[in-house]
């Protein structure tokens, strides 16, 4: 038990302290690239032999990004372009960003002028992403973004170089995948903080030596007794939780993060990728098959079964909607979501959030009043 938590601590403390995790890549030699939310093409990044990084806001006040963004953008951008301005992303040797909703879309035109000294590779996704021609689309803009990281990284991607770095990230998903559902083994050791520490790890470290880390934690539970649990179980909902307060709210009022819908946690790894096909064949189809996700277009929206056949998967006794203020693609969804979960008799917390809030005692409320209704 005790390596099981000294393990832990090591992927807690890389969440905690990213810049030191990323100075820890640099000072080994590798190039880093940032990756902003939501979903990019890692695989090339790595094929390249530079290390993938996480670009998902953080706390800070916000001063500079004022003079591009008002403040009905969400939080994670305006910190991200305030990071971008002030320099504390200038151990960044380049940065990606596909505009999925309004306020990504112009950032791209922002970035480019308030933070030049960061090389920038802007990409475009497909809405109609099920069609052959987006798949074709999809691949030439994989081979744009390749040219363009090969320029930065100064060596050329091959074949087979695609192929190791797709091994490397499918292994690192279905781990990811294996990991969350082992949560109902132990779910006061894998508490909502620390479940959302250890996944957030994976965006600060090489991916094969994050899976490794991983796996030697999953053998670890494994191995382990069971542990009783005797409180709420919930599937979140949403971009991501964070500010960490909120974490600490689910955790004191005994509530476990069961299973999530979150665009920094699962929607990451939960589509299993196709076998066939070339490299950038299955990486344009892992776009293509996702479901269930507001910032990939969807006819028929799917996300409300989806959460209901989580719920139902994971024996969770709720949902807790964690809206990011004021993410447009998220919010147009959960209007159409509300109404499929309360036909199904899905308890429901819907609950707003930014990442740097004043004070999360009214959502520390809310959470304990949810948990006592559903005890
Ligand atoms: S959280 Fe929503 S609004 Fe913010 S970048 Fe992501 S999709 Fe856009």
């Known amino acids: 038990m005790a390596d099981l938590k000294n393990m832990i601590a090591q992927l807690e403390q890389v969440a905690l302290e990213p810049a030191k995790a990323v100075a820890g890549i640099k000072s080994e030699g590798k190039k880093v690239v940032g990756m902003f939310p939501l979903y990019l093409p890692e695989?090339?990044?790595?094929?390249?032999?530079?290390?993938?990084?996480?670009?998902?806001?953080?706390?800070?006040?916000?001063?500079?990004?004022?003079?591009?963004?008002?403040s009905f953008c969400c939080s994670i951008i305006r910190a991200d372009l305030e990071m971008g301005m002030r320099g504390t992303y200038n151990m960044l040797d380049g940065v990606i960003m596909a505009t999925y909703c309004d306020t990504l879309k112009c950032v791209c035109e922002d970035w480019k002028v308030a933070v030049p000294q960061i090389p920038f590779i802007p990409m475009v996704y497909p809405q109609n992403r099920n069609i052959q021609p987006a798949i074709e689309y999809m691949k030439a803009e994989f081979s744009r973004v390749q040219a363009e990281?090969?320029?930065?990284?100064?060596t050329t991607v091959t074949e087979e170089k695609l192929e190791a770095a797709w091994e490397v990230y499918e292994a690192y998903r279905a781990a990811c995948r294996k990991f969350v559902k082992l949560v109902e083994k132990m779910p006061k050791t894998l508490n909502a903080k620390t479940r959302h520490l250890i996944l957030k790890a994976s965006?600060?470290?090489?991916?094969?030596?994050?899976?490794?880390?991983?796996?030697?934690?999953?053998?670890?539970?494994?191995?382990?007794?069971?542990?009783?649990?005797?409180?709420t179980k919930v599937v979140v909902e949403g971009i991501m939780t964070e500010p960490l307060a909120l974490l600490d709210a689910f955790v004191e009022n005994n509530v476990c993060i069961i299973a999530d819908d979150l665009a920094h946690e699962s929607r990451q790894f939960r589509t299993v990728g196709r076998t066939e096909g070339t490299v950038y064949e299955r990486m344009a189809y892992r776009i293509a098959d996702a479901k269930g996700d507001a910032l990939l277009y969807e006819e028929m929206k799917t996300k409300g079964q989806f959460l209901i056949d989580l719920v139902k998967d994971s024996k969770a006794d709720g949902v807790v909607v964690c809206m990011m203020k004021f993410c447009d693609p998220e919010e147009y969804d959960y209007p159409i979501f509300k109404v499929e979960l309360e036909e199904a008799k899905v308890p429901m917390l819907y609950m707003e959030i930014e990442q740097k809030m004043d004070s999360v005692e009214p959502l520390k409320t809310r959470i304990q009043s949810f948990a006592e209704m559903l005890s």
């Open 149 to 154: 990281l090969e320029k930065i990284a100064g």
């Open 203 to 231: 965006w600060f470290m090489d991916k094969k030596v994050y899976t490794e880390k991983l796996n030697a934690i999953m053998e670890a539970i494994e191995a382990a007794p069971a542990e009783e649990f005797n409180g």
């Open 43 to 70: 695989e090339i990044v790595y094929a390249a032999g530079m290390i993938p990084v996480g670009m998902w806001g953080g706390q800070t006040e916000i001063k500079l990004a004022d003079r591009y963004l008002q």
